[in-house]
Every structure is written in structure tokens, then in C-alpha cells.
């Protein structure tokens, strides 16, 4: 029985060996990355006046794409579909400013830290609110199975080094969650305290509803969390995953993320 034992845990070990490094070969002998980000997501990610997508995401995708000697193709799952993991080989790496928590670690591999998101309560432009502590009590929007939603039910927990660690104050009235990052801020745009008192989300967003002609304003004081964000990959293939990281530690050394957050968002997010 022992002999047997050892013989399976060692065809085992063979099969995982074997399975390393297959999305690379697949990825360089077909010429095609296929990757899975936002389909609404701006600045992230979106559909632009052409109906193509467009943003910060979508340029690094396009970016680890050209340092592979590859093309890129795109796919828009939803968001739980793509941070979920078991792709079973619908993409080769998801690039939607995913940040890397406890519960997506056992399904997904993490292939670099490619920028920052500090996170601001928005309020409408003419609410009376004017410091943080006025959001005690208040209700609070935020996207659905994301970061903002762990941080306002006090379950965040960021698996990544050098991770400041979070404070939780707020005493929310009532939490109203939204099925994607927009929607909250539609409701927001409506009027102060209309349907929402404020939004918890990436300042990147926030200032890009602003831009957008969002009659919002961000709340002043300290961001509520920073996370980092990164490049995913289906779990069980580590060669993949050191070489999208290895792509990422060259596009951080010579300026390239700098460039491109600084286009986006008009400031420095990869550092």
C-alpha cells in the first residue's frame, strides 16, 4: 500500500511538472494572449467612441503583450467570473486592477504589483458633509464583491508585503451595494442623499467620474486604505507567472507603469 502511495504522490508530481509552463508554450507557439478585464471601468477599462476597449488596463495588457512578441484579445467576464479562478484556459492572465486578498490567493496566482489605488469617500457636490467623521450613520455605496465592500463590513485582508495596515472608524447607517464601480455614482449624481449619502471607492475613479462631469467631490482627510494591484493568472503555473512578473519588474525599472498612470490619471500610481 505504502509503495502505492508513493507511486501515485510521484505521477502526481510528474503531471504538476509537466503542466508548468504550458500557458507560456501555448502563449508563444499560438502568438495570442488572451486576456480578461472590465468592460466599464474608467479609467481602468472601457468601451471608447469607436466601441473598442480603452484605458489604463487595457494598455498594459497591450504592453505585456508586445514584450511577449505576441497579439492580445480581450473578454469582459463578470467581475466574480474572473477573480474567482478555475478558467479552465478561457484566458491567460486577467489584468483588471485586481487587488490580492487571502480568499483570491487559493485560487489565483499573483504575477506582480503594477500600481497603487488609495481609496476616498465621494459625496455629491452640494452635500453639507466636510469632514469623514460626518459619514457615521450615513449610507454608504460601494461595488459588490470588491475591496471597498470588504473595508465597510471590516473584512479586508490584503495578502501583499509592506501592506500599511487598515483602520476601520466608519460606522456606516445602512451599506448599499451596487453590481458594478459606476452604478453608485449614478445613483450619487442624483442629489445629496437622494439615494446615497456617499461612495467608498479608488480615488483613480473617483476622480475620473469628476472628469467625466459627475457633480461629486471627494471628502477631505486621510485615504480610508491604499491597496496594491495585480496582474492575475489561473493558479498551477509558476513559469507563467515568474515570467509576467519578470515583464512587470521591467515595465516598473524603466518608466513604463510611471508613464501610464501618470497618463490615466494625471498622477504617479506605481510606486
Given at each position: 500500500?505504502?509503495?502505492?502511495?508513493?507511486?501515485?504522490?510521484?505521477?502526481?508530481?510528474?503531471?504538476?511538472?509537466?503542466?508548468?509552463?504550458?500557458?507560456?508554450?501555448?502563449?508563444?507557439?499560438?502568438?495570442?494572449?488572451?486576456?480578461?478585464?472590465?468592460?466599464?471601468?474608467?479609467?481602468?477599462?472601457?468601451?471608447?467612441?469607436?466601441?473598442?476597449?480603452?484605458?489604463?488596463?487595457?494598455?498594459?495588457?497591450?504592453?505585456?503583450?508586445?514584450?511577449?512578441?505576441?497579439?492580445?484579445?480581450?473578454?469582459?467576464?463578470?467581475?466574480?467570473?474572473?477573480?474567482?479562478?478555475?478558467?479552465?484556459?478561457?484566458?491567460?492572465?486577467?489584468?483588471?486592477?485586481?487587488?490580492?486578498?487571502?480568499?483570491?490567493?487559493e485560487v489565483l496566482d499573483f504575477a506582480g504589483i503594477?500600481?497603487?489605488?488609495?481609496?476616498?469617500?465621494?459625496?455629491?457636490?452640494?452635500?453639507?458633509?466636510?469632514?469623514?467623521?460626518?459619514?457615521?450613520?450615513?449610507?454608504?455605496?460601494?461595488?459588490?464583491?470588491?475591496?471597498?465592500?470588504?473595508?465597510?463590513?471590516?473584512?479586508?485582508?490584503?495578502?501583499?508585503?509592506?501592506?500599511?495596515?487598515?483602520?476601520?472608524w466608519l460606522e456606516p447607517g445602512e451599506v448599499k451595494?451596487?453590481?458594478?464601480?459606476?452604478?453608485?455614482?449614478?445613483?450619487?449624481?442624483?442629489?445629496?442623499?437622494?439615494?446615497?449619502?456617499?461612495?467608498?471607492?479608488?480615488?483613480?475613479?473617483?476622480?475620473?467620474?469628476?472628469?467625466?462631469?459627475?457633480?461629486?467631490?471627494?471628502?477631505?482627510?486621510?485615504?480610508?486604505?491604499?491597496?496594491?494591484?495585480?496582474?492575475?493568472?489561473?493558479?498551477?503555473?509558476?513559469?507563467?507567472?515568474?515570467?509576467?512578473?519578470?515583464?512587470?519588474?521591467?515595465?516598473?525599472?524603466?518608466?513604463?507603469?510611471?508613464?501610464?498612470?501618470?497618463?490615466?490619471?494625471?498622477?504617479?500610481?506605481?510606486?
Amino acid at each position: 500500500m505504502k509503495a502505492l502511495l508513493l507511486a501515485a504522490a510521484s505521477a502526481l508530481a510528474l503531471t504538476a511538472a509537466a503542466q508548468a509552463g504550458d500557458t507560456l508554450d501555448r502563449v508563444t507557439s499560438t502568438g495570442a494572449l488572451k486576456v480578461a478585464t472590465n468592460a466599464s471601468w474608467p479609467p481602468q477599462s472601457f468601451l471608447d467612441e469607436n466601441n473598442e476597449l480603452a484605458g489604463f488596463d487595457i494598455d498594459v495588457a497591450n504592453e505585456i503583450a508586445k514584450r511577449l512578441g505576441v497579439t492580445v484579445s480581450f473578454d469582459t467576464p463578470e467581475w466574480g467570473v474572473m477573480t474567482g479562478g478555475h478558467w479552465s484556459g478561457r484566458w491567460d492572465l486577467a489584468v483588471g486592477s485586481i487587488t490580492p486578498t487571502k480568499p483570491r490567493s487559493e485560487v489565483l496566482d499573483f504575477a506582480g504589483i503594477y500600481y497603487y489605488t488609495p481609496y476616498v469617500f465621494a459625496v455629491h457636490q452640494d452635500s453639507t458633509i466636510a469632514d469623514q467623521k460626518d459619514l457615521n450613520g450615513k449610507r454608504i455605496g460601494v461595488e459588490t464583491g470588491t475591496t471597498s465592500e470588504d473595508y465597510i463590513n471590516r473584512s479586508l485582508v490584503i495578502d501583499a508585503p509592506d501592506t500599511p495596515a487598515i483602520t476601520y472608524w466608519l460606522e456606516p447607517g445602512e451599506v448599499k451595494t451596487y453590481a458594478s464601480s459606476l452604478l453608485p455614482f449614478d445613483d450619487l449624481r442624483l442629489g445629496d442623499g437622494v439615494r446615497v449619502d456617499a461612495v467608498l471607492s479608488g480615488e483613480q475613479t473617483v476622480l475620473g467620474a469628476i472628469k467625466n462631469g459627475y457633480p461629486i467631490k471627494a471628502v477631505p482627510g486621510d485615504y480610508a486604505f491604499q491597496e496594491p494591484l495585480v496582474v492575475v493568472a489561473d493558479k498551477g503555473d509558476p513559469e507563467w507567472t515568474a515570467k509576467v512578473n519578470g515583464i512587470i519588474a521591467e515595465m516598473k525599472a524603466d518608466g513604463t507603469l510611471s508613464a501610464l498612470t501618470t497618463k490615466w490619471y494625471g498622477k504617479d500610481y506605481s510606486k
